[in-house]
């Protein structure tokens, strides 16, 4: 089946784009329509280019870490076709209607790419380009990209453990009808400001053309400094955040897990009652 330019153009809502960066909204949704166009009719699956843009990021992090004005810039610009194939393989999806139960791995593992690859590749390149420090120095920006992937990956791990347990909850506790993310849809809540925050200053935002202009400008040392700041102040946040919601939500989980027990306990009373 030959699927046209129109079908992937309509299959995306309008919800959907409202949701993402305006980086992506004004350039990389536009153009990952006739990128979509090769691969659907080739016969790529979603999952596949997922694997492909892991591929691509990792590459485009070896390029930006090697001491070359043209391999920094082929590395800064595989890490914006990176963002375009993260928005090819949702095309694929939507156009061919598929609820892949394996996609959001697939995804993820080409996601975090960006987390882990991509920071310490910007401290390389912050070590080989500054001209702020001496170069005996200059060793301090790899660490300071050693912290701020393992900030960066630490924090989403938190968050994602989170849910895990969360939802894990719920469903011990036979609410399965309300296992949502009702707070991402609230504009007042946190986590709906944190994930606009994000989502524009992070690897789907700002980053793609920073990282263009930190290239041409040799500033990567400015670069890496304030994403170093940014993850490790959001690493924090979430730790805190996450660790008092977790304890609120176990003193209410083992209140209603006690009263379900109660229920049952009084259950059993009545019909061993009525068979008295």
């Given at each position: 089946m030959k699927y046209t330019y129109k079908q992937i153009k309509d299959s995306?809502?309008?919800?959907?784009?409202?949701?993402?960066?305006?980086?992506?909204?004004?350039?990389?949704?536009?153009?990952?329509?006739?990128?979509?166009?090769?691969?659907?009719?080739?016969?790529?699956?979603?999952?596949?280019?997922?694997?492909?843009?892991?591929?691509?990021?990792?590459?485009?992090?070896?390029?930006?870490?090697?001491?070359?004005?043209?391999?920094?810039?082929?590395?800064?610009?595989?890490?914006?076709?990176?963002?375009?194939l993260d928005c090819v393989d949702g095309n694929i999806a939507r156009v061919k209607k598929l609820n892949s139960f394996m996609g959001d791995y697939f995804d993820a593992v080409a996601g975090y790419g960006p987390f882990s690859f991509t920071t310490m590749a910007l401290g390389i390149a912050a070590y080989n380009t500054s001209t702020f420090l001496p170069e005996e120095y200059r060793c301090i920006f790899l660490i300071i990209g050693g912290v701020a992937a393992f900030s960066n990956l630490y924090m989403r791990l938190i968050h994602q453990k989170y849910l895990n347990c969360y939802f894990a909850a719920k469903k011990i506790l036979g609410e399965l009808d309300d296992i949502t993310l009702k707070d991402t849809e609230d504009k007042r809540?946190?986590?709906?400001?944190?994930?606009?925050?994000?989502?524009?200053?992070?690897?789907?935002?700002?980053?793609?053309?920073?990282?263009?202009?930190?290239?041409?400008?040799?500033?990567?040392?400015?670069?890496?400094?304030?994403?170093?700041?940014?993850?490790?102040?959001?690493?924090?946040?979430?730790?805190?955040?996450?660790?008092?919601?977790?304890?609120?939500?176990?003193?209410?989980?083992?209140?209603?897990?006690?009263?379900?027990?109660?229920?049952?306990?009084?259950?059993?009373?009545?019909?061993?009652?009525?068979?008295?």
């Open positions: 995306l809502t309008k919800k959907k784009n409202s949701r993402s960066s305006l980086w992506i909204q004004l350039w990389v949704r536009k153009f990952s329509f006739p990128i979509t166009y090769v691969f659907i009719n080739t016969g790529w699956s979603a999952n596949q280019v997922s694997v492909l843009s892991w591929i691509v990021i990792f590459i485009a992090a070896v390029c930006l870490s090697i001491n070359n004005f043209w391999w920094m810039l082929a590395g800064a610009l595989l890490t914006n076709f990176w963002l375009v809540s946190f986590a709906y400001i944190r994930e606009a925050i994000d989502k524009n200053l992070g690897v789907n935002g700002v980053f793609q053309p920073w990282i263009i202009i930190a290239v041409l400008t040799s500033s990567f040392d400015i670069m890496l400094c304030f994403y170093s700041l940014y993850y490790i102040v959001s690493f924090l946040a979430i730790s805190i955040l996450y660790s008092i919601k977790a304890s609120k939500y176990e003193i209410e989980a083992q209140e209603k897990r006690r009263m379900m027990d109660v229920n049952k306990n009084l259950q059993l009373l009545n019909s061993y009652g009525e068979e008295v």
